[in-house]
């Protein structure tokens, strides 16, 4: 009996070390280039593509099949957390283009998960806004092909508010009559913006002193507050129970969709401007036919659809101008222009110090 | 359970019944543990992942209040889903186990079904019920009882009503096996020689079910305390339990070392637990 259990403690000791020194896994420290082969036939490669889900339009594979003649199959992820995750957790995902933020796709880039793009394979790249190479989370746009962009303000119901908000005081020290009925974002560097941005600070800062301060807001703030929510909040608007959050403008636009007394203001103590790009992982094996499609997706017609479809506003100038002015009537924050976007501050990745804001997320939701 | 200092022949049966368990166990749950462990003692990688050198660091780091409030927290709220779990399930398994055969089936039936739906779906049910908009309320409003809302919803106690609904079923099937085994002429008897309804539930029922007691308290406690996605949910962000913890260091801090350690730490509060389990059934089966 005892040598049996000795064996069996042996052997686990054992594979958990090879389970381990496989996490360990080197990876080289900043992105490769890709050189796209242009003999390759890209019919013959198919691709595995993962996006939020509900953020692209639903007959998206079968227009690409027939514009460029790939097979693409599209998997969902919740949030960048959960992309993230799969995509570190081994050398090869089996993805080969991922949705990310731009702060996750700068920290992919430096830990040598994604490829530098060759330019010459995405010519459509020439159809976005020239602000956008200025994008410090990639400048220069090498690694990273923006899909999607915005800010983050708040988002009311004017018919159930009696004021008009104007300022993240208006969220973090709510009036009697709104107690209760505010939510907050959950992501942590949204979760700490508002305050940082009433402070004064910068929304990308590791200053010790600046990181108490907000959370001693934050923690005054969380009484007052119905819920922290990344997800709902907008049906939340919708029914009433809530009348007042912090929302990412495309998110107030499904709220404004089915309740136009839903309003949208960036505070004027300023935002963020974040972006959602489209990476290959340099794990792909596909890497012709991924270049093709982030291509197809540049293509002006092609991304003005997708703006129709999901609300968000595209970073693409010559989509914009092909864009209904009727949307922009109906979602005011669709006829946002760079000029006011680039008011916001780029949202960064801060690398280890990142723990700054799970930790300052934590001691203020289980405070 | 084969017994050992049996003949050689049974002993190697014996072990060859047990492998396909003890393969499970040892994948399963010896290496995961295992890996925690060695995975706590490392440091952060820059991306996820871990790299050296070892250090300690992490365990003094859980020892911070935040995080102790956590755990306290996870603790209680965990138990009053728990003890909620058997205030409802011990009398729905005592009535169960005293129906006919055919009632029994249907009954026990019923109590599984809704596990054939998916759980994130039985969780939004209990958001539709308790929000302050929400069906409850409307009625209560309307038929007069209150002019505000209750605040149900994005509460602590939200949070132990939805787990109890989720894992109430694991409380009920243990205490039913435990009932249904008893032989009914027990109290029979008892009311036969005078005893009342209340005695004859305190020195039969409840002693003879207790095993079933204490695995349904397990089973609601293990993986209410280990949750992370009603607290999101129905506690609205707003309660914190270690779960979240776990899952926030590995997936937005990528401090896979300091979840390692949360995910160890809640494992060891399990071991404790369960062999405090098995020693008090050991001791409630020698007494009776």
Redesign the interface.
């Given at each position: 009996?005892a040598t049996?259990r000795k064996f069996?403690f042996s052997?686990?000791?054992v594979?958990?070390?090879a389970?381990?020194l496989s996490?360990?896994?080197g990876?080289s420290d900043s992105a490769s280039s890709a050189s796209v082969d242009t003999n390759v036939d890209i019919t013959t490669q198919k691709l595995v593509i993962s996006n939020w889900a509900g953020y692209y339009p639903e007959d998206l594979a079968a227009k690409v099949k027939e514009a460029i003649g790939v097979d693409i199959t599209i998997t969902n992820h919740a949030n960048n957390?959960?992309i993230?995750?799969k995509l570190?957790?081994s050398d090869d995902s089996g993805i080969d283009i991922a949705f990310v933020s731009g702060q996750y796709a700068q920290?992919?880039a430096?830990?040598g998960?994604i490829v530098n793009f060759d330019k010459a394979a995405i010519p459509n790249l020439a159809n976005l806004y020239p602000e956008v190479a200025d994008l410090a989370y990639d400048k220069g746009t090498n690694y990273s092909a923006p899909y999607a962009w915005g800010t983050t303000g708040i988002c009311y119901r004017s018919d159930l508010v009696d004021f008009t908000p104007d300022s993240w005081n208006d969220l973090l020290n709510p009036k009697d009559s709104i107690k209760?009925k505010t939510t907050m974002l959950?992501?942590?560097r949204w979760l700490a913006l508002p305050a940082m941005k009433l402070l004064g600070y910068s929304m990308n800062t590791t200053n010790a002193d600046e990181i108490a301060k907000a959370k001693e807001q934050l923690v005054k703030t969380?009484p007052t507050?119905?819920?922290?929510?990344d997800t709902a909040y907008y049906t939340?608007l919708v029914?009433?129970?809530a009348v007042l959050s912090e929302s990412w403008d495309g998110w107030c636009n499904y709220g404004i969709a089915e309740n136009p007394a839903i309003k949208f203001v960036i505070p004027k103590e300023g935002s963020d401007l974040w972006a959602d790009t489209m990476v290959i992982l340099s794990s792909s094996k596909n890497k012709e036919a991924a270049h093709a499609f982030i291509n197809y997706i540049l293509q002006a017609d092609v991304h003005a659809w997708v703006a129709n479809n999901i609300l968000y506003k595209v970073p693409n100038k010559a989509a914009t101008e092909t864009l209904d002015p009727a949307l922009a009537t109906s979602y005011p924050n669709m006829g946002l222009t760079p000029a006011e976007l680039l008011k916001g501050e780029v949202v960064l990745d801060l690398?280890?110090d990142?723990?700054l804001y799970?930790?300052l997320?934590?001691?203020v939701?289980?405070s | 359970m084969v017994k050992?200092g049996g003949s050689k022949t049974s002993r190697h049966l014996g072990?060859a019944w047990a492998s396909p368990g003890?393969i499970f166990l040892?994948l399963f749950a010896?290496?995961p543990v295992?890996?925690m462990l060695?995975?706590s003692v490392?440091t952060?990688?820059?991306?996820?992942?871990?790299?050296t050198p070892i250090n300690f660091d992490n365990f003094s780091r859980a020892t911070d209040p935040?995080?102790v409030?956590?755990i306290i927290?996870s603790l209680l709220i965990a138990s009053a889903t728990a003890i909620l779990s058997l205030l409802i399930g011990f009398p729905t398994a005592l009535f169960i186990s005293r129906l006919s055969r055919k009632w029994q089936v249907i009954l026990i039936v019923a109590i599984i079904l809704p596990y054939w739906t998916n759980f994130l779906v039985r969780t939004y049910a209990w958001l539709v019920l308790l929000?302050?908009?929400g069906i409850i309320n409307k009625f209560l409003r309307n038929i007069g009882l209150i002019d505000k809302p209750i605040?149900m919803l994005?509460t602590p106690a939200a949070v132990i009503v939805g787990m109890t609904y989720l894992y109430l079923p694991l409380m009920i099937l243990p205490i039913y096996a435990a009932l249904e085994k008893v032989d009914k002429n027990l109290t029979e008897a008892a009311f036969d020689l005078g005893s009342s309804a209340w005695k004859s539930l305190r020195t039969i029922s409840i002693p003879l079910a207790m095993p079933g007691i204490l695995i349904g308290f397990i089973f609601v406690f293990v993986p209410s305390l280990g949750n992370f996605v009603v607290p999101?949910l129905l506690g609205?962000?707003?309660t914190?339990m270690i779960g979240n913890?776990v899952r926030?260091?590995?997936?937005?801090?990528?401090?896979?070392p300091?979840g390692a350690t949360f995910a160890l730490i809640l494992a060891l509060i399990l071991v404790v637990l369960i062999s405090i389990q098995s020693y008090v059934s050991k001791r409630v089966n020698v007494n009776a």
């Open positions: 009996m049996v069996k052997a686990t000791v594979a958990a070390a389970l381990l996490a360990c896994g990876s957390e959960e993230m995750g570190t957790a920290a992919l430096a830990g998960k209760g959950a992501t942590e969380k507050l119905l819920a922290y929510d939340k029914s009433g129970e690398g280890t990142s723990k799970t930790d997320a934590t001691s939701t289980s | 050992s072990w003890l040892t010896a290496i295992l890996s060695f995975m490392l952060a990688g820059r991306f996820g992942g871990v790299t935040i995080f409030k956590v927290n929000n302050n908009e605040e994005y999101e609205g962000g707003k914190v913890l926030d260091q590995f997936l937005k801090a990528r401090d896979w300091f």
